[in-house]
């Protein structure tokens, strides 16, 4: 996870040292310097606030949200009425799940399931960014025949029954009459969709050890937020393994997507592209920001589905994941390929550059970590759970 020297002096100024105090029989205590301290607000100040879910008119709504929640858990939105949105994003493991694909759908799939958790500050959502909006990849399941396999005609059918659904509406002023089918199943995953965007997560003990010591409680009291050996982590994550250049502010991650190597065959035979493919079927949507559903028009939002394009360098890139709660959301990678952080960060610190598209990512070099040190970044990444 190492920068080139060349793309950090670009990236970053401040020169991030590692002040480390040890005296023999006395407790082991790590120092922060100026410079430390200053990379490190800007990953405080936990949790920011929510942008709207763009193209959402009812972003925002009490009511809206409400309902929401309601039906992410409604298992008639399944084309056989036998699982749900929360079937697979289950609340004991970070809204994701545990297999390193998902199986819970109407076929098995070639991703792992992502959490929900923080889902809302994101820009682009799944894997590869296929949809440009909450209420867009929330419609998406439903109506994918790998996962809740319904269509328009039937789940609309089954909505126009639910008593729940209708005395919302109503409430909020909305009469359901007047929504053809597709309106009333694009309602729904707007519903949902600004359901997801309040599912924030709460303070770590990362969150905490770094309000003290911006407060100057630069301690070893401070140990009871984040062991020494957490600390030490904390410090290669940003210093020499320069992870928070991709895994960037409070919710660590920059929302972009990058090739890191990963084997992209999901078969014999069969590839998932990544980004490329997301890119591609965002532009066929019709469900994109730049389509008719879109129910507020922001120009900013319009422009940034309509000017993403597709390349060579998309191929097999894939979003970076916030890394708060990931001790709730094993297995890790896009195709859960790794069952441990310990296994995480040992692909980082031996990563084959050659792996890496020749005009794709040039930041990712090999680390000469031992296994201590190893261990100490998964101290820190642990510290980043609530």
Known sequence: MRIQQQTLKRVLPLVFAVCLVSTPGVAEELNFSDSELSLLKTFATWPP????????????????EELGAVLFNDTALSGNQSISCATCHQSEHGLA??????????????RNTQG???VGYQRWFGWDGGADSLW?????????????????????????????LNQS??????DIKHLNDEALVVAVGKFIGAYLRTLTSHETRFDQFVADLINGENNPAAEQFMSISAQRGMKLFFGEGNCFVCHFGPNFSNGEFHDIGRPFFTAVGQVDPGRLAGIKRLKKDPYNLDGYFNGTKEPSDILKTTSVKTGQITFGQWRTPSLRNLLSTAPYMHDGSLATLREV???YADIDPSRLHSKGEAILKPNNWTSSERN????FLKALSE
């Open 49 to 64: 606030s929510v942008p709207a879910d763009p193209g959402n008119e009812y972003s925002g709504e009490a009511w809206a």
């Open 97 to 110: 799940e545990t297999t390193a694909v998902s199986v819970a759908g109407a076929q098995p799939h070639v």
């Open 116 to 118: 929900l958790l923080n």
């Open 136 to 164: 867009a990849a929330s419609l998406r399941p439903m109506l994918s025949e790998v996962e809740m396999a319904s269509n328009i005609e039937d789940l609309a059918n089954t909505l126009r029954r639910s008593n729940t």
């Open 169 to 174: 509406l109503s409430e909020a002023g909305i």
């Open 345 to 347: 960060v040992d692909y």
């Open 376 to 379: 100490d970044l998964v101290e």
